[in-house]
């Protein structure tokens, strides 16, 4: 898309650091929502039907917290690379979840 659309964030070294930092808090909430379910017995494959429901631990405060943590991998890779146009593509994750 940064090929058809050259539009770029131009916020240098900071970019990167903010999109590393986004990665790296949605990594971590994917790795800690994955051990959680798999603790659980729950499936972890947010696509197929979930066969138990998880409510403790940061399932508690967040439903399913493997969607906002792919969410922000989705965000902090545009920061990376510094593709403004790579930024829509979190709408169209949240609604294919959805």
Known sequence: MSFLYPATLNLGFAEKGIGC??????????????????SKG?????????????TEGISRRIGNPMYPGMLLILTGFPFVVGSLIGLIFQVGFFFYMD
Request: charged letters at 15%.
């Open 21 to 38: 930092l986004i990665i790296l808090s949605g990594i971590s909430l994917l790795t800690v929502a994955v051990g959680l379910f798999r």
């Open 42 to 54: 729950a499936t972890v494959n947010p696509t197929k039907e979930p066969d138990r429901l998880v």
